[in-house]
Each structure stands twice: as C-alpha cells, then as structure tokens.
C-alpha cells in the first residue's frame, strides 16, 4: 500500500508550472515560508480576516501573497483558487485543528505529505493502536477514573497546544473531573520531556534507511522543566488550587536541547518502528513528525504521543539544529519539506509526497 495519492488531474500542472507554498497564518508558517522562499517557490498565506501584521516584521519569511477568508472554515469554497495557484498546501497544528481533519483531509488541493495519517493523529484510540504496533514503550492508560494507581494526565483528542490536560496526583484528584470532550487518561511518567523533530523521505535511498527510504533527525525540543519540576507540579496541586490558580500545559513557547548521544540508538529505533508501522497501515508518513515522549532516570523512553506533521517546536530552528547541521547547512524543517518537492519535481515523482 502506498500513500493516498493526490490525483494525477491535480499533480500534472505542478509538473508543468512551479507550484506556490501555502499554509494556514499561524503555528510553524513563518519557517514554511522562509523555507519554500530559499528553494524558489512562490508563497501564499491563508488568513482567517486580514493578514497578520507581524509578517511585515520579517521580510524573508512574508508570503509573497495573502488569500484572505473570512473564516478558516470556509477554506472549501477557494479551493478553485488554490488550484489555479498551483498550491500544495503544508499542513501544521493550527491548519488541521481549526479547520478540522476531516473537513481538511477532504479538501481536493494538492497536499505535502499522506493526509490519511491525520485521521490516526486525531484520534488517541487510533494513534495508540498505532504506537503499541510498532513496539514502542508507552505509558500505561487507564480505562476509568478507579483504575488509577498513582499520577496520572488526562488529554483530551487533537493538537490543542496542551490546553485543557489535567495533571493528577492519584485517582481521588480527578473524582469530580466532568470531561467536556473525547479523552484518555494515561499514566504520568516522571522523568524529562523530549520533542524528537524526525523528517521521512520516500525519495532517499542515502541516511538511515527505513522502508523504501531514509530517516532523518532534524532537532530536539523541550516544553516542560525537568524530573525536579514533574515533582513540584505534582505536590503543589492542592496549594494552588487553593489559591485559585489552575494549573494548565498550555505551551506558550519552546527550548532547544540535545539529547545526550547515547539515547540516539534508542531514538532512531523509535522512529523506525513508528514508521514502518505507518506503511503497514496507511501506506506511510512523508515529512516532518514529532515523537513526544519522557525519558527516566533509567535511560528509557515512553512516548505518550506523535503528531504526524510539523511541530511548533522546530521554529527555534530557522536555520538549523545541533542536528540538522550534520545533515547539510542552514536546513530548517520548513525548507526541508521545500527541498523534498524540488526532488520529486525533478525525478517525476510528486505523487509519492503529495496526497
């Protein structure tokens, strides 16, 4: 099985003519930007109402042109414009949590990467049924609120930037918890969370092949403190929420580290595994994928989840990494995926990146 593919009605004029970058004005679209300008392309940004302003603070990453609607929901009905930009659109958080991952999978525009793996992000059932496959270490979850047997973190479905996790200490702390949306609650591993940025190419035969291509490892990044900070959060539940402050993971930015060099075997074998049980299910990732996980102070590493497009925490790396540097100079997340399209342009082969 391959990836879905985009049809060969919309891939044949991005032969003919370059096509134009676009992606939704927010998350990760200043880096797409910057990065689909270093290759050559065209940029288009899609704004719900008038253009952000901060574009004009950055000149090399502004889109070249704006398509403004009134709101992201509407997106289907420009989809004639899109395609007469000869668009690929670049899905990030925002893009598919906005305007949904079904209505987004649906959309028939060109699109980087397999659309079908947003329907295994989504939804928590599905992803875990995924990770468990591919023999990657998770942390336990729990069917019921009684089954808890010592911290725990309730997640509610889709990219949500953290917003509305509950962190709790024991079962009798999520005794009145009334869920507002689809939801799990896993066990809460103690150790330091690591944000793996991977990117997969079905194009490559060079690197650390996996499945009919190669795995690359563009960055690291961290949203939370270490294993000391896990353990204050866990003891100071009550005290602030005595003082009426509710503790929240809303991410509000990103740092980057690196990884000590002997977890990188560990690494890599995780992001092998996740992939070629990808292909098995839905004939594969193409791109950028994050692998969000905690390693212990036994040097193991559980992952609680994937997002299977860019992440936000690759914008620390405009010009890239500890990492991506080892792999070629000034490679960002977003001009690797620029740099993936040229290669499938040249060598006839834009349905295998496009869906």
């Not at 709101?71 to 420009?78: A, N, V």
């Not at 899109?82 to 668009?87: G, T």
């Not at 609120?145 to 962190?167: H, M, N, S, T």
Request: charged letters at 25%.
């Amino acid at each position: 099985m391959g990836v879905a593919l985009a049809s060969a009605a919309l891939v044949a004029p991005l032969k003919r003519h370059p096509p134009t970058i676009a992606t939704y004005c927010s998350h990760s679209s200043l880096q797409i930007f910057h990065g689909a300008r270093q290759e050559g392309y065209r940029t288009l940004g899609i704004a719900a109402g008038k253009p952000p302003r901060y574009y004009e603070a950055f000149p090399l990453a502004r889109p070249d042109a704006f398509l403004s609607i009134p709101k992201l929901d509407q997106l289907p009905k420009y989809v004639s414009r899109l395609n007469r930009e000869h668009a690929i659109l670049v899905p990030h958080g925002s893009f598919v949590e906005y305007l949904g991952p079904e209505r987004f999978a649906a959309l028939p525009v060109p699109v980087f990467g397999n659309r079908a793996v947003l329907a295994w992000e989504s939804d928590r059932e599905k992803e875990r049924e995924w990770l468990e496959g591919a023999g990657v270490q998770m942390p336990r979850r729990y069917e019921t609120v009684d089954d808890i047997d010592g911290p725990a973190i309730v997640k509610y479905y889709g990219a949500k930037g953290g917003k509305g996790f509950i962190l709790a200490k024991n079962k009798e702390a999520l005794r009145d918890f009334r869920p507002t949306g689809p939801f799990v609650i896993q066990q809460y591993v103690l150790g330091t969370r690591y944000y793996i940025h991977f990117f997969y190419s079905p194009l490559s035969r060079d690197g650390y092949r996996v499945g009919p291509g190669s795995l690359e490892l563009l960055g690291m990044d961290r949203r939370d403190e270490a294993n000391i900070d896990e353990l204050y959060k866990l003891g100071a539940q009550e005290e602030l929420l005595a003082a009426g402050i509710r503790p929240t993971f809303v991410v509000t930015g990103n740092v980057p580290v690196v990884l000590r060099e002997s977890l990188l075997p560990q690494v890599f074998d995780i992001g092998a595994r996740i992939v070629e049980r990808s292909i098995e299910l839905f004939g594969g990732m193409v791109g950028p994928f994050c692998v969000e996980g905690i390693v212990t102070e036994e040097l193991k590493f559980y992952v609680f989840e994937i997002s299977t497009r860019i992440v936000a925490g690759t914008n620390v790396f405009p010009s890239g990494s500890s990492y991506a540097d080892l792999v070629a100079p000034n490679l960002s997340m977003g001009r690797r995926m620029a740099i993936e399209i040229s290669r499938a342009r040249e060598q006839d082969r834009l349905r295998e990146v496009l869906s």
